[in-house]
C-alpha cells in the first residue's frame, strides 16, 4: 500500500507576506513553485484557502502546503471565488448572472448552480447554501455558506454580523447634495417585482442608505445651463456615488438613487435603461464587505475592484 505524503505545516513567528514566507520555509523552493502552489489552490492560512501571494501573514497563523493537487479550481467567466474555508464561500459575481434561479426547476445557470457543480466534485455529499442575494445585473462580492444551518444562523443575525457592505455606482445626473443620507419606507409588490418608495412611514420597512459623490463628469457636453434633472444635475452628467448600506432592503440603492432624481446608468426598472447608458450594463457594483465570520468570530474583509468600465466614464 502506498502511504500518503503528509501535508506540510508551518508556523508563522513574525509577520511577512506569504510569498517571501515561503520561499524561506520550503527549503529555497523558487518563486515560480511557489506562485504555482497558489494557482492551485494548495496553501491554507488557517483553514482558509489562500492563493494571493502578497497576503499579509501574522505571528502566530498557521500555513499549511497541501501534499497533493489541493482543491479543483473553479473557472468561469461570470464567477471567481476571492475566499474559501471549510464554512464559507466569497465569490466575485459578473453582471448578467442570477445569484439564485428565479423559478424552482429553471435550468438557467447561476451563481449557485456554478457553485454547487464546485463544490460536489470535492465532495458528492457537499452542499452549498445562498446567505444574501445580488441583482442579475449587480456586479461583486456574494457569501454562500457550506451548511444549512450557517446559512440559517447567518440570515437571522446578517445585520448584526456584517460591518461594512460599500456599493460603487454610477448615477445619472449631479447628485445633491454631494453627501448625505436617503432614508424612506420601501414596499415590495411582489406581482410586478416593483419597490416603491415613501419618504413617510406608511407601514413598508424602512431603508437607509449612507452615500458620498466621488466624482463629476458630463461626458456628452460641458455646457452647464442645460435642463435640470429631477435631483439638480444636469443633462449629460454623471455621478460616480459611493454607498453605505444601513439597512439591506430588495433594490434599496436603485430605488434610493431614483427617488433621489439620479436613478443608476442603465436601470430598465427605476431608471432611463441601457438606451442612456454608455456600457451596456447596471452601473451598480458590490465593492466591499466586511462581516464577523461566524466560527471563528472574527472579522473577516473583502474588496473588490470598481469595474474599469465605470471608471472610464470619469477620464
Known amino acids: 500500500m502506498i502511504k500518503r505524503k503528509a501535508d506540510t505545516v508551518l508556523k508563522v513567528s513574525e509577520p511577512a507576506p506569504l510569498m ?42 498557521v500555513v499549511t502546503v497541501s501534499s497533493g493537487r489541493g482543491n479543483s479550481q473553479l473557472t468561469h467567466p461570470k464567477l471567481r471565488i476571492v475566499y474559501e474555508d471549510d464554512d464559507l464561500i466569497v465569490v466575485n459575481k459578473q453582471p448578467g448572472l442570477l445569484t439564485v434561479a428565479a423559478t424552482p426547476g429553471s435550468s438557467e445557470t447561476t ?26 445585473e449587480t456586479s461583486g462580492l456574494l457569501v454562500f455558506a457550506r451548511s444549512e444551518e450557517l446559512q440559517h444562523y447567518m440570515r437571522q443575525y446578517w445585520r448584526e454580523l456584517v460591518t461594512e457592505r460599500t456599493y460603487i455606482a454610477v448615477a445619472e445626473g449631479v447628485l445633491e447634495p454631494r453627501e448625505g443620507k436617503i432614508t424612506t419606507w420601501l414596499t415590495e409588490d411582489k406581482r410586478n417585482a416593483v419597490v416603491y418608495s415613501s419618504p413617510v412611514d406608511d407601514g413598508g420597512d424602512i431603508a ?23 435631483g439638480g444635475g444636469r443633462e449629460g452628467a454623471y455621478s460616480l456615488v459611493e454607498l453605505h448600506l444601513e439597512t439591506g432592503r430588495t433594490n434599496q440603492i436603485r430605488v434610493h438613487l431614483a427617488s433621489k432624481g439620479c436613478p443608476v446608468v442603465g436601470d430598465r426598472k427605476y431608471g432611463h435603461g441601457n438606451e442612456t447608458s454608455p456600457i451596456d450594463r447596471l452601473c451598480l457594483h458590490a465593492k466591499v464587505l466586511a462581516f464577523i465570520h461566524p466560527v471563528t468570530e472574527k472579522t473577516v474583509r473583502f474588496e473588490s475592484p470598481v469595474p474599469k468600465e465605470f471608471n472610464r466614464l470619469f477620464l
Open 208 to 230: 437607509i442608505t449612507n452615500y458620498k459623490v466621488l466624482k463629476i463628469t458630463n461626458h456628452k457636453s460641458q455646457i452647464t445651463n442645460t435642463p435640470p434633472l429631477l
Open 111 to 136: 451563481a449557485y448552480s456554478i457553485l454547487r457543480a464546485y463544490v460536489k466534485k470535492q465532495n458528492a455529499r457537499a452542499g452549498i447554501y445562498v446567505v444574501h442575494r445580488l441583482d442579475r
Open 20 to 61: 517571501e514566507f515561503l520561499i524561506a520555509k520550503m527549503g529555497g523552493m523558487a518563486r515560480s513553485s511557489v506562485k504555482q502552489l497558489l494557482g492551485q489552490r494548495r496553501v491554507k492560512v488557517g483553514n482558509a484557502i489562500q492563493t494571493r501571494h502578497d497576503f499579509a501573514l501574522k505571528a502566530g497563523d
